[in-house]
């Protein structure tokens, strides 16, 4: 994508280092007190093995520092890779950056508000490993305003009944995917919204798992008029056949009207002994 940058090590490239076994692809925005922990906290997770892991964060436009604490992580630990945006694309766009770079056979997804508990990461490799192409968090005891999570239940129970799939938590950005279900993907995520529908809509093998859900720290992202948007992105992207039914809708809406002008010339003609 046009406007990033990206974090090396020296002149060693992606070709030159052994392919780790895990990927944890990471959207940061505005965070610059929340990577560190995360990275920490990731690291302890993740570090006793016994699995070899890599860091990517895609910085979407960050503002306030973001970055810079970043290149201070990839100085000091090789296994973190950044990504960053020139300007705000929004999270799939920096979704499809992450997962465009994965190495590993496994592939995890977060925000980076820590929300999501890094914690949880070897559980959902785990029901991977146990053969599932896709392990989506599902999140427990949810700490979101209603909001945020009525809005939510709404494009959820939209999501089910257009892909097919009967998970709870298609919202859920926590999730780990086998590399290969998401790479006959790519060239529509990143366009498309809801990264794990889009896997699934491919017929990819999933298992939920329960994740921890911490409450965001500031105001969420999610307007009233984005969850709006997202829900008719939602209508015009996985809606089976939105141009039929709309057709159908307006065919109907417009007979309705010919009749009821037809009606009323009749109707007139009678009464006037003339047309209107």
């Excluded at 944890?24 to 990731?42: D, G, K, P, Q």
């Amino acid at each position: 994508m046009a406007g990033t940058k990206a974090l090396e090590t020296g002149r060693v490239t992606d070709a030159d280092l052994p392919a780790p076994d895990i990927s944890i692809v990471v959207t940061v925005f505005n965070e610059v007190a929340s990577v560190e922990e995360l990275y920490r906290r990731t690291i302890a997770a993740l570090d006793p093995g016994p699995r070899t892991f890599e860091l990517i964060f895609i910085d979407d436009g960050s503002t306030d520092g973001t970055f810079a604490a970043l290149e201070r992580l990839h100085a000091g630990d090789p296994r973190v890779r950044a990504v960053r945006f020139k300007r705000n694309f929004g999270q799939h766009p920096a979704m499809h950056a992450g997962l465009s770079r994965a190495r590993g056979e496994v592939v995890v997804t977060m925000d980076g508000d820590l929300q999501n508990q890094p914690e949880d990461i070897p559980r959902l490799v785990e029901a991977v490993e146990a053969g599932n192409d896709v392990a989506s968090g599902r999140r427990r005891a949810r700490k979101d305003p209603v909001g945020r999570s009525v809005p939510s239940r709404v494009i959820n129970g939209m999501l089910r009944r257009f892909t097919g799939v009967a998970i709870s938590d298609f919202g859920c950005a926590f999730n780990a995917y086998r590399r290969d279900a998401v790479e006959p993907m790519l060239g529509s995520i990143g366009k498309q919204k809801f990264t794990k529908a889009l896997v699934l809509s491919g017929g990819a093998s999933v298992i939920e798992v329960d994740v921890a859900h911490a409450p965001r720290h500031g105001p969420s992202r999610y307007s009233p008029l984005r969850l709006t948007r997202l829900a008719l992105h939602v209508l015009a992207g996985y809606w089976p056949q939105p141009i039929q039914w709309i057709g159908v809708l307006l065919g109907a809406v417009s007979s309705l009207l010919a009749l009821g002008l037809g009606i009323y010339g009749v109707v007139f003609w009678i009464g006037e002994s003339n047309f209107p």
